[in-house]
């Protein structure tokens, strides 16, 4: 018998859960609020796969959540892509001191886009060679790219230089996450031949969202390919949505905008 509607909404919403990386980068970021997202973190129906705060929030998000198996994520060069390599190295080195398991790098996108692909591929050197074993993860922010085309060259320097995850957006700018640019990512790292992950972020706000980019993932990587240390989403009020669905109610669209 074929598997009813709710149940598949169920089953699509526990796979997104185990994906998500629950983000409060939001201006008005607090100690209060680390603490409440980490305790939806690690709450039923189950544990997301990290959740990403800002750097001065890293020690007491790794205290809280302790043992449990929810990562610590943080940004760097956040949002604005900057040129400083000195000083991203610097808050790198602090983040990864805190605790942070994962950091989240804006690529200096604006000067790629000017030309300087060196000075873009340089930074995630560095900071891949600072992370060491922990997960870069190299936020292109694709809503500033004229083309496709320009999203591909920016996927392939990041994967050469080093990075583990290329991701979509910071969230901070319109367009945020699309399936045409998560496509196009997809596909780069599909040709790379190398183990780097995807991270869609920004935007995504509903189970169907997040049915769009698995059902992208699956078609281009292999249905067994998304895995918390291949995919990742980059939401904050998504949370809410998959545990409705999972509990029975109906998803309604997240009215959270801080990714």
Request: net charge negative.
């Amino acid at each position: 018998m074929a598997e009813s509607k709710p149940g598949a909404d169920a089953l699509l919403a526990r796979r997104a859960l185990a994906l998500l990386d629950l983000t409060d980068l939001g201006d008005q970021a607090s100690e209060a609020g680390t603490l409440q997202l980490c305790a939806r973190a690690v709450a039923a129906p189950q544990a997301v796969a990290a959740v990403c705060i800002w750097p001065q929030f890293v020690s007491l998000a790794r205290r809280t959540l302790g043992s449990s198996a929810v990562r610590v994520a943080t940004v760097v060069n956040f949002p604005a892509g900057g040129t400083n390599v000195g000083r991203i190295s610097g808050d790198t080195t602090e983040a990864i001191g805190d605790g942070a398991d994962e950091i989240d790098l804006v690529m200096p996108y604006k000067a790629f886009l000017q030309g300087d692909a060196e000075v873009a591929a340089d930074m995630i050197a560095e900071i891949k060679a600072i992370c060491g074993s922990k997960l870069l993860k190299v936020i292109l922010e694709t809503g500033a790219y004229p083309d496709i085309a320009s999203i591909r060259a920016a996927s392939d320097l990041a994967i050469h230089a080093g990075a583990d995850f290329i991701k979509t957006s910071t969230g901070k700018i319109a367009p945020s996450a699309t399936p045409e640019a998560a496509r196009v990512m997809l596909e780069a790292i599909k040709a790379s031949h190398q183990p780097v992950g995807l991270k869609p972020s920004g935007g995504i706000r509903t189970l169907a969202d997040t049915g769009v980019y698995l059902a992208l993932a699956d078609e281009i990587m292999g249905p067994s390919w998304a895995n918390p240390r291949t995919f990742r989403f980059g939401a904050s009020g998504l949370h809410q949505v998959l545990v409705d669905v999972i509990g029975g109610q109906k998803g309604a669209e997240s009215g959270d905008g801080v990714y």
